[in-house]
């Protein structure tokens, strides 16, 4: 968060699951930022200021909140679990057309307003457009292998029990693809 021009737009599957995973859970952004650099969080605006200006504002994929960011833009829009929400299509189509402001830090760089998808591997309707659609994508995937000292051991061990199938690929390991079954049955969502 160096840039303090920087405007961020994050988007979960409902307000109350923005709060509870991105915002105050272990994870969360009030959780992890340094006490020098804790943002002021303004619950009622849903917004967080960070001590140098940057902005982090906050909504769901529900009608309510497209309308209330329809019209502003961001730097970054970080969409998560868009398998949860409701017409993931359309909403994600409206957050990224929200992702068109540069910050002299970007212009400088040549860095372009980004989105940013966190999901499950899951086999959506929505997953595959995004795949076949969108320019410049970059995937990246982590397993739950890879950030075993934070999980339970009998977690870590129900995953290598189910690592060689379809579900284990996915949940485990991180695989995003289309089985045969998956593209006969139309794709979920």
Known sequence: MEDPEARILIVGPSRRLVHERLLS??????????????????RSKRTLDFPNGARVTLASPHSWDRECVRGSSASLVWMDAPEEWYRPLEAYETFCGLARHRTARMRQLGIPARC????????????KHVIDSAPGLVRGRLSTFDNAEHVDPRFIEMGHRLR????GRRDYLGELFFSPEDLASGVSR
Do not use: E, H, M
């Not at 940013?116 to 997953?127: D, G, K, Q, Y």
């Open 25 to 42: 859970g272990p994870a969360g952004l009030l959780s992890l930022a340094p006490p020098w650099f804790c943002p002021k969080y303004w």
């Open 164 to 167: 060689g199938t379809i579900q």
């Open 116 to 127: 940013i998808i966190t999901a499950r591997a899951s086999p959506t309707a929505f997953l």
